[in-house]
């Protein structure tokens, strides 16, 4: 088969990769198309065009020889490229994308084409309860599964979140939103993981992270996997796949489905929007009010849970009156209802 290119990455590509890695990645997004050609020229795949998505790769569709629709996606980055085959390795046959084929020395993988198409196809009904079994599914697999190579949550959460919280907190100006933030930021010291729950993690399930095979069905795909507790996946999918829609349902149908307490979730998403409203106020992010109302309303509820009381603000009254009634019996809920009679797992030694 005679060696294939497909000339200069696409200009959206090239700023969205600027913009995450700064001026330093430029010499590799010259090289990306030779290392997919090189690629698809090992595989014998033929190269069709560039799919311009994700902010750390060049993705490019491709076919086999039998015809057989893939995508070639090539890393920028050789330590997040093995991060990420490691973590679909574990998840293997489950909701995601199946690696077909890798390349180590290119940090390039041929991979799966969920949906037949790029984007993925269109969702069935249910789509919150789905995506929640998905994640739930990825839990178990890296539960049973030996463990990758990947950093943990702890040094994640202790070694970048934390100390970036702290600076921004420190020198930004929140102007309205300081009492919110400060206030969160009280908080974080008390995080605990659970070691009965440590599983590997997707850590990025924001909405275009979640496709849809030809069923309708979800596949979680570009990981960025760390290990640790899986509450902090049920807590940044109830954040961040829709900071207007259907926020505090997540979090109910999350714990429903994961068996972990409402507010176990709930600290982890308190955490993860005051990350978020200081990341959206430094780059001027319009969506900084949506995410401050969301971090109000998880405050309120978790200040309600310490309390032992109802909470007081009439939206977060409502909001917990719905986890009650989402949740059930099965899961501990917010004010003066009794927790899970449900018997957790001993932790693990």
Request: glycine letters at 6%.
């Amino acid at each position: 088969m005679a060696t294939q290119t497909l000339g200069a990455v696409p200009p959206g590509c090239r700023q969205r990769l600027v913009g995450h890695y700064g001026p330093s990645v430029e010499p590799w997004l010259r090289a990306a198309p030779s290392l997919l050609a090189e690629a698809a020229e090992r595989w014998k795949l033929s190269l069709k065009g560039y799919h311009d998505a994700g902010h750390a790769s060049a993705v490019a569709l491709a076919t086999t020889l039998d015809g057989t629709p893939v995508i070639l996606k090539a890393w920028f980055e050789r330590l997040r490229y093995r991060h990420e085959i490691a973590a679909l390795t574990v998840w293997a046959d489950g909701p995601t994308a199946d690696v077909i084929e890798a390349a180590d020395d290119l940090s390039v993988a041929a991979l799966e084409l969920v949906g037949d198409r790029p984007g993925g196809a269109a969702p069935a009904g249910c789509e919150r309860q789905m995506v929640a079994a998905a994640i739930h599914a990825l839990h178990s697999l890296g539960r049973r599964r030996p463990r990758p190579d990947v950093p943990s949550l702890a040094h994640f959460c202790q070694k970048v979140v934390m100390p970036r919280i702290r600076e921004r907190v420190q020198h930004l100006d929140l102007g309205p939103w300081r009492t919110l933030a400060e206030e969160a930021c009280e908080g974080l010291p008390a995080l605990r993981e659970d070691p009965a729950r440590t599983t590997v993690l997707h850590a990025d399930l924001y909405r275009e992270n979640v496709i849809f095979d030809r069923g309708g069905h979800p596949r979680l795909i570009d990981p960025h996997p760390l290990v640790g507790d899986a509450a902090f996946d049920c807590a940044f999918w109830t954040v961040h796949y829709d900071l207007e829609r259907e926020v505090t349902d997540r979090l109910a149908t999350a714990a429903r489905i994961s068996r972990i307490p409402v507010p176990e979730i709930t600290a982890w998403c308190r955490a993860l929007a005051v990350d978020g409203l200081l990341y959206y106020r430094e780059i001027d992010d319009p969506a900084l009010p949506k995410i401050a109302q969301v971090l109000s309303v998880l405050s309120a509820l978790m200040t309600s849970d310490l309390d032992g009381e109802e909470p007081q603000d009439p939206d977060a009254r409502a909001i917990a009156a719905k986890l009650r009634m989402e949740g059930g019996a099965a899961v501990a809920t917010f004010g003066a209802v009794a927790h899970s009679p449900e018997k957790k797992e001993p932790p693990h030694a």
